[in-house]
């Protein structure tokens, strides 16, 4: 179970996020964590998280104990292995207006992630909110319908690994000469895209029938 129960919250949107990396249920206090959850999930470096996984202690200038919660914590994949990272997810809005109450949390959350051997960040709308996260939103759905038959991806491939660079709009023309054709092939394409079979750039824009792809071996 994560280390403390969310709970209702009238000013924020709170739910629970349908997650296949969650260690325990992933419980969200804001729309701004449920979008960075979704972001996890796309990621493919991304192993593992957990929401609201330890309680921070500390000391504040009157001698009084405190603690909080940070958001999360996920394992990822890199280069050099694997590595931990403990993260509060704020708006920038909420950090510039609450800075002096905490300024203390975030330097406790940073102290104990050290301590831990992990890695402390804080992520804005800035880093969460980007073309990636609309991305990751549109191809989900994809995702989660996984390709309509197998001899689609298998066609697919084939023209595009002959083409090697194109976009959805000039593969599909390639492929099929009825609109309906065209469109029956189009879900198993964008699965094709949304599990990295098919490359392409999906930080720099967003998608759309135009998007550069490639050919992956």
Known sequence: MPARTIPKNYRNVTGIHASVKSE????????????????????????????????????????????????????????AGVEEVLVEVKYRSDLKEDWNELKPKLKAGLRYAKQHGWKFKIMTEVEIRTTLL??????????????????????????????????PKALLEKLAYSDWDKAALLPTLWYLVGTRQIGCDLQGEQLNMNTPIYWKP
């Open 24 to 79: 325990e249920q992933a419980m969200f206090e804001s729309t701004l964590e449920r979008d960075f959850i979704t972001l996890l999930e796309f990621d493919n470096s991304i192993i593992s998280f957990k929401v609201q996984p330890v309680e921070v202690k500390w000391t504040d200038q009157n001698g009084k104990n405190r603690s909080y919660f940070p958001d999360m914590l996920f394992k990822r994949k890199t280069k």
């Open 134 to 167: 609309k991305n990751a939103k549109f191809l989900r759905s994809f995702i989660r319908r996984g390709a309509d038959r197998e001899g689609d991806m298998e066609l697919i491939d084939s023209k595009l690994h002959e083409l090697k660079r194109t976009t």
